[in-house]
């Protein structure tokens, strides 16, 4: 049974960084990072290909997120640039070990993390 264990949340002054951790216990396939404000729909940041490092982001984050893995360390990130109070969310990492669906957006993602709380404040 893979596992996620999220780390790196906090607060953060607006137009500061953050970066956020998530421990993969086990084979994926494609991880994802999202986030989700209280009383809306949960967002999609993006993604990246477990083996092969592609990625693809939402064209709201393009350019001030970045997705990486540390696969020496089975270890996914997630780096947050130039935060405002709209990027105050709980941001969690998912994944699958399906082929199925790819790698992209869109894709079915079945085990996720406990989330991290990331509050930027002015």
């Known amino acids: 049974q893979v596992q996620l264990v999220e780390s790196g949340g906090g607060s953060v002054k607006a137009g500061g960084s953050r970066r956020l951790s998530c421990v993969v216990s086990g084979f994926t396939h494609c991880e994802a990072w999202f986030r989700q404000v209280p009383g809306r729909d949960r967002e999609e940041i993006g993604g990246i290909h477990a083996v092969l490092g592609t990625t693809f982001y939402t064209d709201s984050v393009k350019g001030r997120f970045t997705i990486s893995r540390d696969n020496a360390k089975n270890t996914l990130y997630l780096q947050l640039n130039n935060l405002n109070l709209d990027d105050t969310a709980v941001y969690y990492c998912?994944?699958?070990?399906?082929?199925?669906w790819g790698c992209g957006p869109g894709t079915a993602f079945p085990i996720w993390g406990q989330g991290t709380q990331v509050s930027v404040f002015s």
């Open positions: 998912a994944a699958t070990q399906s082929t199925v």
